[in-house]
Every structure is written in C-alpha cells, then in structure tokens.
T-cell receptor, first 114, second 113 residues
C-alpha cells in the first residue's frame, strides 16, 4: 500500500493564482482531512470529509474548497492564493472508529505564495 | 470547546537522559489521545494512542505515555533519549463526531551529545 500520497511536494504561486493540492489514499478509509501547519501554531484543520459526497468545514476553511467524489481522493483547491496561505499542507485519512481511529498522514505539500 | 496545550515550546536534553513532554487537554468526554512525532521535512508518525483501559500506554521507539483524568494530562516519557529522537512532538485529541483532531502547538526536542 502506498498509504496517503500528496502532490506536489513543493509549489510556488503568485498572489491571485489558483491551484489544487492532490491527496489520495489506498486504504479504503472513510474519513479524510486537510490540515495546515504553521510555525508555533501546530496543525489546524481546514476541511474534512466523512465519506464520498460529504464534506464539512474545520477550524480555518476560508479561501479553500474541497470535494470528495470518490473514497480515494480528496483534493484541496485554493481559489485565489494569498500570502497568508503560505504554509505546509498535510492530508490525513482514517477509519471511522475503534482501535484503528488514528489518522495516517501524507508527506505534506510546502506552498509559498508570493 | 476542545483544546490541547503543550506548555513547552522547546526542550533540550542530553543523550541518555530521561524525557517528559507535557500535554494537557480540554474535552467534555473521555478523549481519544495521541502523540505524533515529526522529523524535519517529514510527515507525522504515530507514536502511541490511548482510547480506554490501562492508563499507561506503550508506543514505538521506547516511548510511553500516561493518561491522568484528574489532571487532564497525557504526558509522554522516555527513560533514555537517543540523538535520533530530536524532532517535533505533537499531542492530539480525537473527537469521534466528524473524526476531527485537535493538535497542540508542538514541542521541539533537541538532543545534545
């Protein structure tokens, strides 16, 4: 199993550009999430999904869109990039419940907005 | 509201010394608690987790953590630190509804020879 994969690893955008961060998992996990990591702030939840066709907002959703058309994929879209969105983005997935509740993280995408 | 506090931003220990990283949480019900480690430029790796039962849990790489309900704490410990343990450590609370995780701000560990 590849686990959770993210592309690209690095990206530089200009202010106002749009782009999509890709996330895929091959573990048949129901739940998927997107986090951003900023120095001194830990990881903050952007959006999450409890299954295909169902998404919801997390702590810091503004400026980001998500959709979940399949169990495997959960892309994150930046509509109009801003310097405040410079961050490291992590995708995670997990089973719904029980001892396998832990979240499995992808390797991250480092995004710089100039 | 759920929250996680890691009061130590940065800790320096000598190789071979013992380690304790503090974590306090705020949550209305019995929490799901986790410790993750992040090496520079890498993703997060699960060290250990607590759901119920024995309040002392063992994890990978020789780490353990103890859940203390009365203190709302879940401190991470290791009896003898290795240079390879230098990393960032995150405590997290899992909320079953919506499968949301709340992370602390992390503790950066430096290990000196």
């Amino acid at each position: 199993n590849a686990g959770v994969t993210q592309t690209p690893k690095f990206q530089v955008l200009k202010t106002g550009q749009s782009m999509t961060l890709q996330c895929a998992q091959d573990m048949n996990h129901e739940y998927m999430s997107w986090y951003r990591q900023d120095p001194g702030m830990g990881l903050r939840l952007i959006h999450y999904s409890v299954g295909a066709g169902i998404t919801d907002q997390g702590e810091v959703p503004n400026g980001y869109n998500v959709s979940r058309s399949t169990t495997e994929d959960f892309p994150l879209r930046l509509l109009s990039a801003a310097p405040s969105q410079t961050s490291v983005y992590f995708c995670a997935s997990s089973y719904a419940t029980g001892p396998s509740y832990e979240q499995y993280f992808g390797p991250g995408t480092r995004l710089t907005v100039t | 509201a759920q929250s996680v506090t890691q009061p130590d931003i940065h800790i320096t220990v000598s190789e071979g010394a013992s380690l304790e990283l503090r974590c306090n949480y705020s949550y209305g019900a019995t929490p799901y608690l986790f410790w993750y480690v992040q090496s520079p430029g890498q993703g997060l790796q699960l060290l250990l987790k607590y759901f119920s039962g024995d309040t002392l849990v063992q994890g990978i790489k020789g780490f353990e953590a103890e859940f203390k309900r009365s203190q709302s704490s879940f401190n991470l410990r290791k009896p003898s630190v290795h240079w390879s343990d230098a990393a960032e450590y995150f405590c997290a609370v899992g909320v079953f509804t919506g499968n949301q995780f709340y992370f602390g701000t992390g503790t950066s560990l430096t290990v000196i020879p």
